[in-house]
Structures are given as structure tokens and as C-alpha cells.
Nanobody
């Protein structure tokens, strides 16, 4: 059974940093991604990359501030978030798919974690 468990969310002041973790079990997927959803907003693509390699993809709103990375031994993907802004406040979700290409459409991902809350204060 596939399980994705996120952790690392919390409350941080604007300009601060957080690192989110997503531990995967069950099997390996070709693409791992992060999405986020704020109250009253649609789920938004944040970042994604191939499990084995390739260049990562980022939403324009987080380029230069967020970094997606991997730990193969722990079967875990991370999202390092720097220079956080109040508009980054959202529930962050880890997602996986076996598709060949990275997609920004939530419905094309096969499994999701339960989410972790990130709150950035002014």
C-alpha cells in the first residue's frame, strides 16, 4: 500500500525558512511533486522532479526561493523553503505519479499525502 507522510510545517516569520519532508512507502514513482492550497484557492503546483534525476521544475512564484531535493536511502523528498512570504501560507501536499513528464495538474497525480500546514506571519 502506498503511503506519503509529510512533516516539517509550522509557523515562521516573513523572511524565515522551513524544510518540508515527504516520506514515501510502498513503491518508487518516477515523479515526485509538491502542491499547496490556501483557503478559498485552488490547489497550486509548487515544485517537482524525477526520482532518479533530471532537472527540477518550479512555479514562477517560488523560483529562487524553494528547492526540491531527494534522499534515496530514506526514500524521502524535501522542499527547502527560504525567504518565506505571507502569501506562501497554505497547506502543502506531497504527490507522486508514474507519468513520463512533469505535470502541474493535480488530477494527474496518483497518490497524495495528508498535508502539512505552513503559516508565514508578517
Amino acid at each position: 500500500q502506498v503511503q506519503l507522510v509529510e512533516s516539517g510545517g509550522g509557523l515562521v516569520q516573513a523572511g524565515g525558512s522551513l524544510r518540508l519532508s515527504c516520506a514515501a512507502s510502498g513503491r518508487t514513482f518516477s515523479i515526485m511533486a509538491w502542491f499547496r492550497q490556501a483557503p478559498g484557492k485552488e490547489r497550486e503546483f509548487v515544485a517537482a522532479r524525477s526520482w532518479s534525476g533530471g532537472s527540477p521544475s518550479y512555479a514562477d512564484s517560488v523560483k529562487g526561493r524553494f528547492t526540491i531535493s531527494r534522499d534515496f536511502a530514506k526514500n524521502t523528498v524535501y522542499l527547502q523553503m527560504n525567504s518565506l512570504k505571507p502569501e506562501d501560507t497554505a497547506v502543502y501536499f506531497c504527490a507522486v505519479t508514474s507519468r513520463v513528464e512533469v505535470t502541474t495538474i493535480p488530477g494527474r497525480y496518483d497518490y497524495w499525502g495528508q498535508g502539512t500546514q505552513v503559516t508565514v506571519s508578517s
